[in-house]
Every structure is written in C-alpha cells, then in structure tokens.
C-alpha cells in the first residue's frame, strides 16, 4: 500500500485538478475497496470508486463505514457470477452498499436496494456458480486465458 500511497502522491502532484478514481475486478475490486479508505485516511479521497464482481470484503461495521466514506461508490455484479456469493454471509461477511446488477450479456442493469445483499439481485441468485459470467462483463472476456 505504502508504494500505491508514493505513486498517487506523485500523480496528484503532477495533475493537481485531476479526480482521483479507484477501480477493479474480481480479487482487484476487494483491494480496490481497501485501497479507497487507506487513501482516504492518508488525505486522498476518491471521487469515484467502482468495482466489478467482487467478492465480500468485510464485516456488517466494515460495509457501513465504507458506504459513509464513499457513498457514491459503485459495485457491479453480473447473473450468476459465483463471486460476489464469497466469502458466505453466514461467515459474517456482508458487501458493501450500492450494487448494480447486470443481466444476460450485459444489456442492461437493475440498480439495487442499497443494503449491499439485494434479494432481488445477486444475492438472490442462490444458483450462482458460474465462472463464464464471472470471466465475460460488458460482453468482453475479462480473465485470462
């Protein structure tokens, strides 16, 4: 983190006027939202943080802090994506507010409840074990190969 702190110390430097944005997919999305509040805490705060299929980060305390520091950030699920489902709730995790949830292909979205655990959203998918919606996003192959 400390080298992620040096290097956007540099860039804001260098593009004062420039909005600090945060994002990732998958593990990347988990990290990104760890790296917003350790940003933040170090004078950075990211006007835009979005994040894809990710997966739950941290307790019920954790989310609702998050969602007060950032309350426009974005989350974007996929269908049956089997990501966003780990680690379990019943382990205590709990994801973080506002979730948009795409459908088949990517077409189009529904935006969720704001709780984080929408039931008529990815955590209403009790099938979801899908890694091909977890890998295709936005109609692009978004893994490796």
């Known amino acids: 983190m400390a080298r992620i702190k040096t290097n956007v110390k540099s860039l804001t430097n260098k593009y004062p006027s420039a909005d600090l944005w945060i994002t990732g997919h998958s593990r990347g999305g988990a990290m990104t939202t760890i ?5 933040q805490k170090h004078g950075y705060y990211a006007k835009t943080v979005i994040t894809f299929e990710q997966p739950r ?3 019920k305390e954790f989310a609702e802090y998050f969602n007060h520091v950032f309350p ?5 699920t996929h269908r049956n994506d089997l990501v966003p489902h780990l680690p379990p709730k019943s382990a205590g995790f709990v994801h973080t507010a506002t979730e948009m949830f795409l459908n088949h292909g990517s077409s189009g979205f529904i935006i969720c409840d ?3 655990e929408d039931p ?3 955590d209403g998918r ?3 074990k899908s890694i091909k919606d977890h890998m295709f996003l936005f109609g692009r192959f978004s893994g490796c190969e």
């Open 72 to 76: 426009h950030a974005m989350r974007f």
């Open 35 to 39: 790296c917003a509040l350790y940003l």
């Open 57 to 59: 980060v941290g307790n």
């Open 114 to 116: 704001g709780s984080g």
């Open 120 to 122: 008529n959203c990815a």
């Open 126 to 128: 009790k099938d979801a």
